[in-house]
């Protein structure tokens, strides 16, 4: 789960203490890695959201020209999350039935028979507005709960957003070989984010390079500045890189054979150290590339200028590597230009590519079920 997404559910949880029904339905979502249900974010327009919280309107739909979520992305059970457009989050629901349909004239006629009412749309233009749509997923709501207003954090423009899906870790979990995955990329390229919000998503384990270097200088009594971080980083490197990895890898309890995340990436030797100690588990290098342009912009965001001193910091000893040589070994390489959000769905859908569900003997990419394209019609 994202970071905004992850501070949502937590207030969401907040404001439901008490419920007797959604204070335990919505722990339950959350907590279990093998949950069957899966969270979602809808946007709704007035005056369609205040009628679902006055339970006026009872049934929730969703038309487009093209395949997105929800369509056949929601099931009953799942847990959809209320906000107004362009304002806060204001009630929480779950989905009792869900009908999805091909548009023809045929299945036009048939939700217009049995929807209307239940839609809240016995205006005509509601009709008009969605004669364009080849695909609709319509949903009846149950446990309809307004809640205390919650702003969210979400800026893109997507009408709807899987926030969990409910498969989202067991594929990965249950791999009969597990996944490591390492990431690498230039300062400033977003990596670490990405990488947080990967171990999010997936629930996995997390140890950072840097966060044990850092561990070492504050062991020191020195200033974790980033001359002194990568000075100590040469002396671990010339102490063996096994050593260095594995005092790496001893951050957290891990066992070969576990899933993992680890960031910070900045040698060929580190990755080929690294897969001979996660054995069995497949190691999988993720770069994250950045443009010259952005590269810049995030620097000067950090107070920091494309000055000698910071081409210095670059072609130190601990960084030379990472442009030169760590693009070409690669297992993905990804724009750390685009969105946080795209890129945690291209990985995720990614490593699913590379996973075998135990049991089934087929990789399943759920995730790819997730649509990061704009909502056109509420």
């Not at 989905?95 to 045929?106: E, G, H, N, S, T």
């Not at 005509?124 to 507005?129: S, T």
């Not at 890189?241 to 899933?259: D, H, K, M, T, Y």
């Given at each position: 789960?994202?970071?905004?997404?992850?501070?949502?559910?937590?207030?969401?949880?907040?404001?439901?203490?008490?419920?007797?029904?959604?204070?335990?339905?919505?722990?339950?979502?959350?907590?279990?890695?093998?949950?069957?249900?899966?969270?979602?974010?809808?946007?709704?327009?007035?005056?369609?959201?205040?009628?679902?919280?006055?339970?006026?309107?009872?049934?929730?739909?969703?038309?487009?020209?093209?395949?997105?979520?929800?369509?056949?992305?929601?099931?009953?059970?799942?847990?959809?999350?209320?906000?107004?457009?362009?304002?806060?989050?204001?009630?929480?629901?779950?989905?009792?039935?869900?009908?999805?349909?091909?548009?023809?004239?045929?299945?036009?006629?048939?939700?217009?028979?049995?929807?209307?009412?239940?839609?809240?749309?016995?205006?005509p233009d509601f009709w008009k507005q969605r004669r364009h749509a080849s695909f609709a997923?319509?949903?009846?709501?149950?446990?309809?709960?307004?809640?205390?207003?919650?702003?969210?954090?979400?800026?893109?423009?997507?009408?709807?957003?899987?926030?969990?899906?409910?498969?989202?870790?067991?594929?990965?979990?249950?791999?009969?070989?597990?996944?490591?995955?390492?990431?690498?990329?230039?300062?400033?390229?977003?990596?670490?984010?990405?990488?947080?919000?990967?171990?999010?998503?997936?629930?996995?384990?997390?140890?950072?390079?840097?966060?044990?270097?850092?561990?070492?200088?504050?062991?020191?009594?020195?200033?974790?500045?980033?001359?002194?971080?990568?000075?100590?980083?040469?002396?671990?490197?010339?102490?063996?890189?096994?050593?260095?990895?594995?005092?790496?890898?001893?951050?957290?309890?891990?066992?070969?054979?576990?899933?993992?995340?680890?960031?910070?990436?900045?040698?060929?030797?580190?990755?080929?150290?690294?897969?001979?100690?996660?054995?069995?588990?497949?190691?999988?290098?993720?770069?994250?590339?950045?443009?010259?342009?952005?590269?810049?912009?995030?620097?000067?965001?950090?107070?920091?200028?494309?000055?000698?001193?910071?081409?210095?910091?670059?072609?130190?000893?601990?960084?030379?590597?990472?442009?030169?040589?760590?693009?070409?070994?690669?297992?993905?390489?990804?724009?750390?230009?685009?969105?946080?959000?795209?890129?945690?769905?291209?990985?995720?859908?990614?490593?699913?590519?590379h996973t075998v569900v135990a049991g089934t003997g087929c990789s399943e990419d759920v995730?790819?079920?997730?649509?990061?394209?704009?909502?056109?019609?509420?």
């Amino acid at each position: 789960m994202l970071n905004w997404c992850a501070l949502l559910v937590d207030e969401v949880q907040a404001v439901v203490q008490g419920d007797p029904f959604w204070e335990s339905y919505l722990t339950q979502l959350v907590s279990q890695r093998y949950s069957p249900f899966a969270l979602h974010l809808a946007i709704l327009v007035e005056p369609y959201l205040q009628f679902i919280l006055d339970a006026r309107k009872t049934v929730e739909s969703r038309f487009s020209a093209r395949r997105r979520a929800p369509y056949e992305s929601v099931r009953r059970g799942d847990v959809v999350l209320l906000k107004r457009s362009g304002g806060p989050l204001l009630g929480i629901s779950q989905i009792a039935d869900v009908w999805f349909y091909r548009l023809d004239p045929k299945s036009w006629k048939t939700i217009r028979a049995e929807f209307t009412a239940a839609l809240c749309a016995q205006d005509p233009d509601f009709w008009k507005q969605r004669r364009h749509a080849s695909f609709a997923t319509l949903m009846r709501l149950q446990h309809v709960r307004s809640i205390t207003p919650i702003t969210c954090a979400k800026r893109d423009r997507r009408g709807w957003v899987i926030l969990q899906s409910p498969f989202d870790q067991l594929p990965l979990w249950e791999a009969t070989r597990p996944i490591v995955l390492a990431f690498a990329g230039r300062i400033a390229s977003g990596k670490s984010t990405l990488s947080k919000n990967v171990t999010r998503a997936l629930n996995w384990p997390y140890v950072s390079f840097g966060n044990y270097v850092r561990q070492v200088a504050r062991s020191q009594g020195l200033h974790c500045s980033r001359q002194v971080l990568q000075d100590i980083g040469a002396t671990l490197i010339d102490q063996g890189w096994e050593g260095f990895c594995r005092a790496v890898l001893s951050q957290i309890n891990w066992e070969p054979g576990e899933p993992l995340v680890i960031d910070g990436i900045r040698h060929v030797e580190a990755i080929d150290t690294l897969r001979q100690l996660v054995a069995p588990s497949k190691l999988l290098l993720v770069f994250v590339d950045i443009s010259e342009l952005e590269h810049e912009a995030r620097l000067r965001q950090r107070g920091l200028t494309k000055d000698e001193k910071l081409e210095r910091v670059e072609t130190h000893s601990t960084e030379a590597q990472v442009r030169a040589m760590l693009p070409g070994i690669a297992d993905l390489t990804v724009d750390g230009n685009q969105p946080i959000e795209r890129l945690l769905h291209q990985i995720l859908t990614w490593v699913k590519q590379h996973t075998v569900v135990a049991g089934t003997g087929c990789s399943e990419d759920v995730i790819g079920k997730a649509d990061r394209d704009t909502a056109t019609t509420q």
